[in-house]
């Protein structure tokens, strides 16, 4: 109850997040692309096959609710209470009570986890967690099928399930020796994972269906300095902490969620087992916290995608069953290091990262999102087929650019797979083959407002000429269109911005240059010398072409 309260006082601003990039790539798929649902592996995004935590949970709710996101933020809300329910009762059967609440208290301290519950993508990893949890608590129950099940399902959602596989046959072979190992016991689970790898579309599938997916390759990572980064993730410093609300406010909000959790903990240490018995089973926790965490690690070795922290959340458990296998005969310094980790942790979710994988900077991407999704469909309501927004200024990690090309996002809100939102430094001239549609340009200011560009209208508004951005950004559309040989649209884009900035030698010369190329060799001279003229008057002005 204490988690849960903190989980609903810390995060229920998640309810009002819009969505971000892949929720958009995974949206696209099932609701423009239902065979996508029904064949199962059709389009794979990336080369992972996750039908129940992506494709089934993303169509089930929008065939229901809808582009609702407060439908799948509080979807994820539930699902995260549920992980931290299921592992619970799972290490109370394997531990003991007492070092159950301390465990899950200290793996629930870290920031890492608050990227499941504030970007609708992470059911994808919540659903592998449950699942796996699920299958954990069964199989310590001597339910095979039902443990079979729930890893089946946990396969299904995200790879990294395997990964729960080995920390179950791990924990077993710990507490129970080779006698916790017996094929009657495994052979489901073990049946589970066999097939699984068989029809994956990129593993066992490439051969046997003939599937032509592979893993998208990330960045070539392996175990580096980088790792120490996430070794420091459990304890919230897997970066400085640099609260974007400033020191005070992450200090009053660590204060609560240190002493609820501190609390906690200190409560749990009411249930003290004798000390020659904890003696003998600290060495075991150790051991199967240890391995614990060099199994959830191991995909920093295979290196197919960049790492975030979150992935590793997992193994976070394991480690604080280490922590206590390692200072149980200490228990008031496990209390005092759970606090401290709490202290820490809005600081640290309140630390922006540059990293998809961080709460802070998913909940600002879903904000810069929505932002720009309710001017433009302020501005277009509806859009004809084959057009394109093209956007100056989009920032990184704005959350709305899926690829250089393309815009899942765009796709999306106008449920045309034809329409989409390009950077403006991807602008192409459409080819012959294209579908026709209209284009209409703009520029993102720091409040992420947009503002039109290329509109054609030679009187600029002075709340255009007065914004730093505008006129940068039409003069690169203007480059943008000579450079792409289009040059009627260069003219417009030149003169508009010559006629409003009359002093401006640089804006003379680049019309003369248009004027040149469109063969209008007196128009090219006129405006040649009213350049030279305005560049004697300003010998500071530079022209650039």
Known sequence: CAMATLVLFGYSYALR?????????????VALHPASFELGWARLIAGYWRPWSREFHFWGFHHAFGLNPVVFHAVNLVLWLGVLAALLAWL?????????VLVVAGAFAASTWGVFVVWASCSQ???????????????????????????????????????????????????KGRAGLSLREWWGPALAVAVWALVHPSIGGRVLFHSGDSFAPGSDQGLSASSVRFALAPLNLESLPTPQQGWPRALGLGAIWSGVLGALAWFALREVPARSALVSRQRQWLALGLGWWA?????????????HSYYGWIGFVGLWVAIVGALGSYPRVVVAMIALVALLRPASANTYRGDWG???????A??????????????????????????????????????????AAAEVWYHDTTVTIVGLSQYW?????????????YVLDREQKLYPLATGILLVPDSLRALPEWAGAEEKVGAMFAQASEWERARAIFARLASTYPAEPREAFNLSVVYANLGDADRAELWRRRADSLSAKNPEAVRTP
Do not use: C
């Open 125 to 175: 990893d919540l659903w592998m967690l449950l699942l796996g949890a699920l299958f954990l608590l069964a199989q310590s129950q001597g339910r095979g099928w039902l443990a079979t099940i729930a890893l089946a399902l946990a396969l299904l959602s995200k790879e990294t399930a395997v990964l729960v596989f080995a920390i179950g046959v791990w924990s077993q072979y710990i507490l």
């Open 17 to 29: 997040q819009g969505f971000s990039n892949d929720d958009f790539l995974i949206f696209r798929e």
């Open 92 to 100: 109370r059967r394997i531990l003991d009570p007492r070092t159950a």
């Open 295 to 307: 199994i959830a690690w191991m995909p920093l070795l295979v290196s197919v995608a960049p790492w």
């Open 358 to 364: 961080t709460e802070l900077d998913q909940s600002l």
């Open 429 to 441: 001239r459409r080819g012959p083959n294209e579908t026709a549609g209209e284009d209409h340009f």
């Open 366 to 407: 879903a904000q810069r999102t929505e932002r720009i999704r309710e001017q433009l469909l302020a501005f277009h309501p509806t859009l004809p087929p084959g057009s394109r927004i093209i956007i100056a200024g989009v920032p990184s990690f704005a959350g709305l650019l899926t690829s250089p090309r393309q815009s």
